[in-house]
């Protein structure tokens, strides 16, 4: 399979099914979702071939394309996966056909909404893959663009507003990034992110400060930290850490379920995957050197977005919460593991388990958070509602319907056996040893979230059934067709993990031997 | 061969004038026709140009002897790139004003005029000649705006004017005392420019002629032209006055003041890049509070444009090669924009007014229009994939090297420049509110063929470039290795 273009069709397969759905007659709606689920299936099935193809004992970048591209300002068509990017296309291609088909009846200008979410993924893709900044930031501005519209054009009552809060913030996080690589670009002379995270192990970007004379009215440790709060900042936002994340309830609650689905379930991915991919390797100083107020950040999103969840009364907004409580966990997992100094050398065990968590957690959240979503998609569709407080007793007339959704909650919440569990046990078990403040802090957050998550099922599914409710429906067989292979990955990765740790373990261990040197 | 470009506009000049008054298809058929093959010129000349040849002499034969002055024409690679742009714009501008219908004869007259002026100033090598060609390209844009303008097209029509000559004059000076400086016997660029000016002299005459042709460029304050200018004309003179006639400033200010006056301009860049930052972030700040949709536009010129004017000041190969390539980009992409305010929506709805704009669903109405307007606003907020981005990317990379202060001040530009055209995409198409009273009763007439290949043609190209910037950057970066700019360059190295 060498030198087969392989990451290249698997970008465009979306970009050309969206063209071709956007094409058609306004009129044909079905032949619109059937196409654009056909080619979501399509780049699933060509992520499972990789998948086939992928050596998984193996740390190395594969797959790898590269052609010149723009020579003058060193930018190259470089692309390639390891273990870490190939878990997040895989995430991708299962997400998005999920959420297609999830979205099955939107009926205004489904041809459009399918389009969009092509492109989306095309996005994705591309973002996950691309190893090169300018190639990378095409696509991580191009995920942008169809969500703004997803959301603007087919969002609930206040998703103008959402649209562009959202637009806004990701985008000042975007251009402080691309400012910041300018001036890395200016003194390292590559976009290339292999070769930046070598310039990060040598010495750092703050020795290559020190080489330009005419930037002396700044020091080089001064202006090492402009730049990394630069590049921080658009990561930060797109995770997103607190205080970064006021867009992020508004924009996941007004969002079409669909939509709320792919961006929680993926693209809340591409901020943490710019933490590892990006962040740690440049900026090993740093990070470093403020790991105290990281930490400190890490447990503030962890243990605020838990309490804050918890006083919700939209189940959407308490889903939208505890995202970026459960993408809080990975952050602490990724700022442990990055701890050089202390008793017992270099700590690779803990490091190694650390960052295998923050990537199961990765991938695990992406499915049970994009299942969940789902199932309040379908309780709004069946009640038109979605309150904490508007139902109760559902558990009689759709058992279910409440089964379903309760394995997607425990899942969540983290009960072993389920998939949740062996990511966030992992976090917990490497980062405690390396900083042990801070994640016994962060077990309040776990606590809390068992609570809101309990209080779900039991206000939704419990106590007495409403006169009102009597009628609703439990899942049909489309829908539970639907929501069953994700259920069923739930379970398996609880109980299989090494499912996918065989082929993120040896990419994690290579991180941890480069960052201890 | 690319004297043709010139020759061939002043041509259909001359047969539009022949032609009868009332044929009114022919008109617009003998103007496409010029404008295309004066792109078809255009792009012969790009593939016939050898890269790395420097400056390709076309003609120089003596033409007032007495004066020693020649008529030079010659192409390198930065005249290469913007008589292309002009190519592109001629041809799509026409297309757009497929539907003027009042005296349409004098209108594509006037409007082949100003191409072939501006064909001529990027083609000039003679400075004489170059400021004939400039001061030719002045009068159609007063007669287009003045005649088939709308709102305030008088004061839009005699500010624009104004300012012009005001700008020329202060080039004439500075071009006549250069003359006479280097011995009175050339007024030839490339001769003119082996010549070492007294120090003492290039500080002054530098900002004279420097800011005389930036006038036209947007250079702020002196910017107030542009956004009344833009306004104010029809929906082809206003692609052209962004898409074009900026581009004659930026580049004269190159081509004469920074040839000219490397010592000059190594005393005065500091002020000038301030100023081109303060135009960036000025000029988007006024674009995100405008309740015209054609002002917002305008102004979002004064901020692009700011782009270029820094890149330049930057002096670093990579800063000057962003900024003509901003120079094409933002030519490419305002006349995108125009294209949909003035003809895609003013023409329909007959009202500007972004308040008005927000009742009338236009993104239901005309999604064409919708569409083109997103993608080129996408591609003026600099998205990544469109050629903005690349232009803009180099001009904060060589800013970084020079001024890493105003790079970072470049960057609230840019944010802003996202918040309005958000703002302003929201509010012209897709605000979803309902007005009570219809304002129109009848249903928008739908795009017409014309509309939607000018709109295709501009989209195809900003991506093009967007995603293959080396077609053009090997062009420019050929113009920049000739010896007549190894001064400028080397003048800059602090």
Known sequence: MNGFPFITILTLVPIFGAIVVAGLDSQKKSLARLLALGFSFVSLLLAIVLWRNFDAGSSALQFVERHEWIPSIGVQYFVGVDGLGFLMVLLSAIIVPFALLVSWKIDDKPHIYFALMLFLQAGLFGAFTALNFFHWFIFWEMGLVPAYFLIKLWGGPERVRAATQFFIYTLLGSVTMLIAFVAIFLVADTFDFIKLGEVGRNGGITALFATKPHWQAVSASTLGLIIFFGVFLGFAVKVPLIPFHTWLPNAYTEAPTGVSMVLTGVMSKMGVYGFIRILMPLFPDQMRSLLTPLLWLAVATIVFSAFAAFAQRDLKRMIAYSSINHLGYCLLGIFAALKLTGPGAQWPIEKAAALNGVLLQMFNHGLSASALFCFIGFIEQRGGVRGLNDFGGLRKVAPVFCGLMGISLFASLGLPGLNGFIGEFLIFKGAFPLASWATSLSVIGLLVTAVFLLTILQRVFSGPLEAKWAGFSDLNLTERLIVLPVVALIFVLGVYPQFILQFINPTVVKMVTQFAS | ?494
């Open chain 2, 1 to 494: 061969m690319l004297a043709w470009t010139i020759y061939i506009s002043f041509i259909g000049v001359a047969v539009l004038i022949l032609l009868p008054a009332e044929n009114k298809k022919a008109a617009r058929a003998v103007a496409l026709f010029s404008a295309l093959a004066g792109l078809a010129v255009a792009f012969a000349g790009v593939f016939q140009y050898k890269l790395g040849s420097g400056i390709a002499d076309i003609t120089n034969t003596p033409w007032i002897p007495s004066l020693s002055i020649h008529y030079h024409l010659a192409a390198d690679g930065i005249s290469l790139t913007l008589v292309l742009l002009t190519g592109i714009a001629a041809v799509v501008g026409i297309l757009f004003s497929w539907n003027i219908e009042t005296r349409v004869k004098e209108f594509f007259a006037f409007y082949l005029a100003l191409i072939g002026g501006v064909y001529g100033v990027f083609l000039s090598f003679d400075l004489f000649l170059l400021f004939v060609f400039y001061e030719l390209a002045i009068i159609p844009k007063y007669f287009l705006i003045a005649i088939w303008g709308s709102t305030n097209r008088e004061y839009g029509a005699m500010k624009l004017a104004l300012y012009s000559f005001v700008g020329s004059a202060m080039v004439l000076v500075g071009l006549i005392a250069a003359y006479v400086l280097a011995g009175a016997h050339t007024f030839d660029l490339v001769e003119l420019a082996k010549f070492s000016f007294p120090k003492a002299m290039q500080f002054w005459m530098f900002p004279f002629v420097f800011v005389g042709f930036a006038i036209l460029a947007g250079l702020w304050p002196f910017h107030t032209w542009a956004p009344t200018g833009h306004v104010a004309a029809p929906t082809a003179a206003s692609m052209l006055l962004a898409g074009v006639v900026m581009k004659l400033g930026a580049y004269g200010s190159l081509r004469v003041a920074m040839t000219l006056f490397p010592d000059g301009l190594a005393a005065w860049r500091g002020v000038i890049a301030a100023l081109a930052v303060v135009g960036i972030v000025y000029g988007a700040m006024v674009a995100l509070v405008q309740k015209d949709f054609k002002f917002v536009i305008g102004y979002s010129s004064v901020s692009h444009m700011g782009f270029v004017l820094l890149g330049l000041m930057t002096l670093t190969s990579i800063g000057l090669n962003g900024a003509v390539l901003q120079m094409f980009s933002h030519g490419i992409i305002a006349g995108l924009l125009f294209a949909v305010v003035g003809r895609m929506v003013y023409d329909r709805t007959h009202t500007r007014e972004l308040s008005e704009l927000q009742g009338m669903n236009l993104s239901k109405a005309i999604p064409f229009a919708a569409f083109t307007f997103v993608i080129g606003g996408l591609a003026s907020m600099g998205l990544p994939g469109f050629s903005g981005f690349v232009a803009e990317l180099q001009v904060l990379i060589g800013a970084w090297r020079a001024f890493p202060a105003l790079a970072i001040l470049a960057g609230i530009g840019i944010v802003v420049g996202v918040a309005y055209i958000i703002r302003t995409i929201q509010k012209s198409f897709f605000s979803g509110m309902q007005l009570s009273v219809a304002p129109t009763s009848h249903p928008l007439e739908t795009i017409s063929v014309p509309e939607r290949i000018g709109a295709a043609i501009l989209m195809a190209t900003t991506l093009l470039i967007g995603l293959y910037p080396t077609l053009l950057m090997k062009l420019i970066q050929s113009g920049f290795d000739s010896p007549l700019m190894a001064r400028l360059l080397k003048g800059g190295t602090p």
